[in-house]
């Protein structure tokens, strides 16, 4: 019998959590874009005599976050000393939880490999503190041809929610699945902008392939995917490379790799340390965290409707693809502002439909949020009813809506900027631009009047000239009915 392998794959995802200050003295969280080593201080330098103190807020966030994971939440918890060197945190050791994290043993439900829903546990959710950034130079002016490394500590004691899942995924779209659900969800909880690009979500994962035979490989764990592309192909170049081990009988070592992923493959660290390595102690200048009464329960009632739970609801109440409403429930704000747009009178059909195509584009285009735009859910849905009612075309719309967005003018101050009337074309108006462009196409009239334009592309061709010339806000159908009298009369 041919034996088979089966990947099995968890993973541990860092969350930044979006506090104003860091996780144990009050320097800003800021590091993107600001000057090396100046949000600083001795504590978070480690300095001797230096002593940490918990960040509040840090501790709502992890509560409110484990518990839309489903974990038990952990009433006492304590911080450990992870002494391991961190070439990029001042102290040389980590503060962080070990035995008793802020919440264990939740779960979470993804669309798994065969389109059923699967249950994935969540192992712990613990706090713990960022390190800094190394910054590597090619050569060094002082000495030649030398490289060089800086550190810039600004990011180090940034708090951070790791969050540990049970080894219940079987393929790199699961784990992709997973991972952009969790993404979703911390959005939703406000905690994280779950930005992989920027840093603000890392990804961590733990892969071993088991065979049929009863074999089984030591997991790797693979670090450096910044995007859910990498991480499908790390996993799936993993996959086949322990694979290809275990099928010559070989020994798959437990070991760190990280992800290349301009080769598109993953390449050796070190060798996978184990909890003994870290030497974890409990942390001497921080007490034992108690939750006081009624915190927990405090916490859950500021819980928000949930990704999935808000997902159904627009298929069931707005009767929307699956495919729009993946779309538009990805982040909350998109989801407000499409509740907003149907509340005000705009179709959910079209309000969809826009959020989707014009929305995104700008969002896109202008690398920002859609909570930066200057755009109020009352100015689309306005915009949007006149396209319903057909005071607008599609066409003219757009012109309007890229309007609003360089201006951040009103629907009406739009229109008289762009030119157009709010009524569209007038049927007089329209039926002298028709008159006018036969005119001055009258070899084309004659062709479409001798019979000779089978196929209909002379008429459209006509009618496509009356649309530009209205700049779209004439409707289409009333264009050929117009067009086909005048052509005939």
């Given amino acids: ?197 920027k840093g603000s979500m890392r990804v961590d994962a733990n892969i071993s392939v088991k065979c049929s035979d009863g074999r089984w490989g030591d997991r790797s764990e693979i670090k450096n995917m910044n995007s859910l592309r990498a991480l499908e192909r790390a996993l799936s170049f993993e996959i086949k490379r322990q694979t290809a081990i275990l099928e010559e009988g070989g020994t798959v070592l437990q070991e760190t790799r990280h992800w290349n992923d301009s080769e598109g493959r993953t390449i050796s660290s070190r060798s996978k340390e184990e909890a003994h390595d870290y030497r974890y102690f409990p942390e001497p200048d921080l007490p034992p965290l108690f939750l006081p009464e009624g915190f927990v329960e405090e916490m859950e009632q500021t819980l928000p409707e949930m990704p999935w739970v808000r997902k159904s609801r627009f298929i069931r109440d707005y009767s929307l693809s699956e495919t729009d409403v993946a779309v538009i429930t990805e982040s909350p704000d998109l989801a407000d502002l499409f509740e907003r747009c149907v509340r005000e009178g705009a179709s959910s059909e079209r309000s969809a439909n826009w959020i989707r195509t014009e929305v995104l584009r700008v969002v896109n285009e202008r690398k920002t949020s859609v909570g930066d735009l200057p755009l109020s859910s009352h100015v689309l849905a306005q915009l949007l009813s006149m396209i319903d009612s057909g005071k607008l075309s599609n066409t003219a719309a757009k012109e309007v809506f890229d309007c609003i967005i360089e201006t951040g003018a009103g629907v009406e101050e739009a229109l008289k900027v762009c030119n157009l009337q709010s009524g569209g074309i007038s049927g007089s108006q329209l039926v002298e631009i028709i008159r006018d462009i036969l005119e001055k196409n009258s070899s084309v009239v004659e062709t479409i009047r001798s019979g000779e334009d089978g196929n209909g592309k002379k008429s459209k061709f006509l009618q496509g000239l009356v649309m530009r010339e209205t700049r779209g806000q004439a409707d289409p159908e009333e264009v050929r009915m117009l067009l086909q009298e005048l052509i005939e009369s």
Avoid: W
């Avoid at 990029?88 to 389109?115: N, T």
């Avoid at 030649?144 to 995924?169: F, K, M």
């Fill in 1 to 197: 019998m041919k034996t088979e392998f089966f990947p099995v794959i968890g993973l541990e995802i860092h969350v930044q959590l979006n506090t104003l200050s860091k996780l144990f003295c009050p320097c800003s969280t800021a590091y993107i874009g600001t000057v090396p080593n100046t949000n600083i201080c001795p504590v978070c330098l480690g300095l001797p005599g230096t002593l940490p103190v918990l960040n509040g807020k840090v501790v709502e966030y992890s509560v409110i976050t484990a518990l839309a994971l489903n974990c038990r939440i952990n009433r006492a918890t304590r911080f450990h000393r992870k002494n391991y060197f961190y070439p990029d945190l001042p102290k040389a050791y980590q503060i962080s939880q070990y035995d008793l994290p802020v919440g264990e043993d939740g779960y979470i439900y993804i669309r798994g490999e065969g389109g059923d829903m699967k249950r994935i546990g969540i192992i712990r959710l613990h706090l713990e503190e960022d390190a800094g950034k190394l910054v590597h130079s090619a050569a060094d002016g002082r000495l030649a041809g030398a490289s060089a490394s800086y550190v810039d500590y600004n990011r180090a004691g940034v708090p951070l929610a790791e969050i540990v899942s049970a080894p219940d995924l079987s393929s790199p779209s699961e784990a992709k699945e997973y991972v952009s659900l969790l993404r979703q969800l911390v959005r939703y909880l406000g905690v994280s902008d779950g930005d992989m690009e």
